[in-house]
């Protein structure tokens, strides 16, 4: 065998055994995400509780849900791009939780890459804020350090510097921080989330909050405890209003 044809059969041979694939399912593809998963996130419905974006039944007669009205929360509206189901699901849930043979840093890119262009192509997903809005801030739901050290990705810290660019709002990634390291939501019930965390974040410098708009950030939505918390914390230190913004929200 000629040493170019020898090259071929090898590099056919690595091309078997190392191809490229979607992480979320397994196709070919050159990219960590795919075409059709990264086209296939579901939106949300039409009917949202005005607050807090949570789906609503179609023939509801209340503006807000039942947990908004029984509890008005400290921010002024939660929107989110997509719902936590499918694909999407899917590549969250890789990218947060490290496992062998995942190419989490490449699926982070590739879903940072269609959040991008859902931001900048599309309608804006959240009523009331401002694009290029000089009062305002963008900052990620923080991450106690330990377990940022663990799963070596803050799926929030990079959506905020996504958002931060595409509207054009400076990104203030020091400011909030998570002082006290809480059990994972997950696995606790709604009341169980608040107590969670609550008083578990502080600003490293308040005075900087005063009289400003501030846009938080995180990967998932589901009971909005913790943006909610980062909410009361951002307002005890002046803020004008807080809006919360997540990739995805748990139907
Ligand atoms: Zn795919
Ligand atoms: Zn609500």
């Given at each position: 065998?000629?040493?170019?044809?020898?090259?071929?059969?090898?590099?056919?041979?690595?091309?078997?055994?190392?191809?490229?694939?979607?992480?979320?399912?397994?196709?070919?593809?050159?990219?960590?995400?795919?075409?059709?998963?990264?086209?296939?996130?579901?939106?949300?419905?039409?009917?949202?509780?005005?607050?807090?974006?949570?789906?609503?039944?179609?023939?509801?007669?209340?503006?807000?849900?039942?947990?908004?009205?029984?509890?008005?929360?400290?921010?002024?509206?939660?929107?989110?791009?997509?719902?936590?189901?499918?694909?999407?699901?899917?590549?969250?849930?890789?990218?947060?939780?490290?496992?062998?043979?995942?190419?989490?840093?490449?699926?982070?890119?590739?879903?940072?890459?269609?959040?991008?262009?859902?931001l900048?192509?599309?309608?804006?997903?959240?009523?009331?804020f401002k694009k290029g809005d000089e009062n305002a801030l963008v900052l990620?739901?923080?991450?106690?350090?330990?377990?940022?050290?663990?799963?070596?990705?803050?799926?929030?810290?990079?959506?905020a510097?996504?958002v931060s660019d595409a509207w054009e709002v400076p990104l203030r990634?020091?400011?909030?921080?998570?002082?006290?390291?809480?059990?994972?939501?997950?696995?606790?019930?709604?009341?169980?989330?608040?107590?969670?965390?609550?008083?578990?974040?502080?600003?490293?410098?308040?005075?900087?909050?005063?009289?400003k708009i501030c846009l938080?950030v995180?990967?998932?939505?589901?009971?909005?405890?913790?943006?909610?918390?980062?909410?009361?914390?951002?307002?005890?230190?002046?803020?004008?209003?807080?809006y919360?913004l997540?990739?995805?929200?748990?139907?």
């Open positions: 065998m000629s040493l170019p044809s020898l090259r071929e059969s090898i590099s056919a041979l690595l091309g078997l055994v190392f191809r490229s694939r979607c992480e979320v399912c397994r196709a070919d593809s050159d990219e960590a995400l795919c075409a059709e998963c990264a086209s296939g996130f579901d939106e949300p419905p039409e009917r949202i509780c005005a607050i807090c974006g949570l789906p609503m039944k179609e023939r509801s007669r209340f503006l807000n849900c039942f947990h908004c009205n029984r509890h008005k929360p400290a921010f002024k509206r939660l929107r989110s791009l997509w719902l936590y189901d499918g694909a999407l699901q899917k590549a969250i849930t890789l990218i947060k939780f490290p496992r062998p043979r995942v190419r989490r840093r490449e699926l982070a890119d590739a879903l940072m890459a269609v959040i991008e262009q859902r900048t192509t599309r309608g804006n997903p959240l009523p009331g990620p739901s923080p991450m106690h350090a330990k377990r940022l050290r663990q799963r070596g990705i803050s799926l929030a810290a990079e959506f510097r996504v990634e020091d400011l909030l921080v998570k002082d006290r390291q809480t059990a994972p939501q997950v696995r606790l019930a709604r009341e169980e989330r608040l107590l969670n965390v609550k008083d578990s974040f502080r600003l490293l410098s308040p005075g900087e909050i005063d009289g938080v995180d990967d998932v939505a589901t009971t909005c405890a913790t943006l909610n918390e980062c909410a009361r914390t951002l307002k005890l230190a002046g803020a004008e209003r807080v919360g997540t990739i995805a929200r748990q139907p």
